[in-house]
């Protein structure tokens, strides 16, 4: 996707993965706005890519996805700043087995919505032009994982993409809808993840088994992989230390006989 001149909207960018998903997108001369709880940190954040990019390029907005009127009202505020939606990254999430429920509701619920209205604001039936969204999954939605509340989620949302992401889909709406699934990475959510001590040291032995933590900008290679590849619709793409990968390729039962796959009945 060409990013200059378009506007992106990112949850939970305030810090982390969504900062650093939030400035690739700024590099790429898209104005983005910048959703997170964190208003000292969000606003810090904005104020460092007003420096660097311009102030006409980025905003702050104090939101918390779990609150439906919230995110609505983000999501219209983006557009009547900016003039339009192109790209939604639904990236904010937390670990917490404690308040599970919170937890879903942070990581699966507001991600639906997001794609909700994604597409409502995006989407060609209903007046909008096109675009793509990027749900941020994890590997723990691919692979057993030691919360299995959080996987859940994840997994959850890795099954949302692929369905959101079908080709009559697409050929309504012209938006793509792509997931990132990374490994363990350097940020705040593995400081203090609210998990019985168990699971904590069985991740911690899973990170090390795995190889190690990988770095912001390692993600967003694969975030910028998922930009690049316009044909990519309903793709998922694994970052680990080891690499990147795409999974879940393989035809359902309906294809699997006659070997053929729709194609894609237009890219945004
Ligand atoms: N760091 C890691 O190892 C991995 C992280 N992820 C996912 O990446 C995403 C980003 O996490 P990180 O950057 O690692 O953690 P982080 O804790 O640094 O960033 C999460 C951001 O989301 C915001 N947030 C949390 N709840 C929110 C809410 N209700 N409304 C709005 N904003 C909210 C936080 O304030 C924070 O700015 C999450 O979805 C996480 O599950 C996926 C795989 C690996
Ligand atoms: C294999 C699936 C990885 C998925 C990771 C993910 O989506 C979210 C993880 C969130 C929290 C994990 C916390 C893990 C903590 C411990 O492993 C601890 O050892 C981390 C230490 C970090 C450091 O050395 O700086």
Redo the contacts with the bound molecule.
């Keep these: 996707m060409q990013l200059s001149g378009k506007v992106a909207l990112v949850t939970g960018a305030a810090q982390g993965l969504g900062k650093g998903c939030a400035e690739a997108i700024l590099e790429r001369g898209a104005k983005v706005a910048l959703l997170d709880t964190n208003e000292s940190a969000g606003q810090e954040t904005a104020a460092d890519f007003a420096l660097k990019y311009g102030a006409d390029r980025c905003t702050f907005i104090l939101c918390d996805v779990t609150a439906k009127d919230q995110l609505e009202g983000a999501f219209q505020k983006v557009v009547d700043h900016f003039g339009g939606l192109d790209l939604v990254v639904n990236n904010a999430g937390i670990?917490n087995e404690v308040q599970w429920e919170k937890c879903i509701d942070v990581n699966l619920v507001s991600v639906v919505r997001g794609c909700h209205l994604g597409l409502r604001y995006m989407g060609k039936q209903n007046g909008g032009n096109g675009g793509l969204i990027i749900n941020m999954s994890?590997?723990?939605g691919l692979?057993a994982?030691p919360s299995p509340v959080?996987a859940t989620t994840?997994a959850g949302v890795v099954g949302l993409t692929r369905s959101l992401g079908m080709d009559y889909k697409l050929g309504r709406d012209c938006v793509r809808v792509n997931a990132l699934c990374?490994?363990?990475t350097?940020t705040a959510?593995?400081a203090d993840?609210e998990v019985p001590e168990d699971q904590?040291q069985h991740?911690?032995d899973?990170?090390e088994r795995?190889g190690g933590?990988m770095q912001i900008p390692d993600v967003v290679k694969g975030l910028a992989k998922l930009l690049d590849e316009d044909d990519k619709n309903g793709a998922v793409l694994e970052v680990t230390v080891q690499g990147m990968k795409y999974h879940g390729d393989e035809s359902g039962p309906w294809d699997r006989e006659s070997g053929t796959h729709q194609p894609n009945l237009c890219i945004a």
Excluded: D, E, H, Q
Aim: charged letters at 10%; aromatic letters at 22%; zero cysteines.
């Design positions: 670990l994890s590997v723990a692979y994982f959080y994840k990374p490994s363990f350097t959510i593995l993840p904590y991740m911690k899973m990170l795995g933590l």
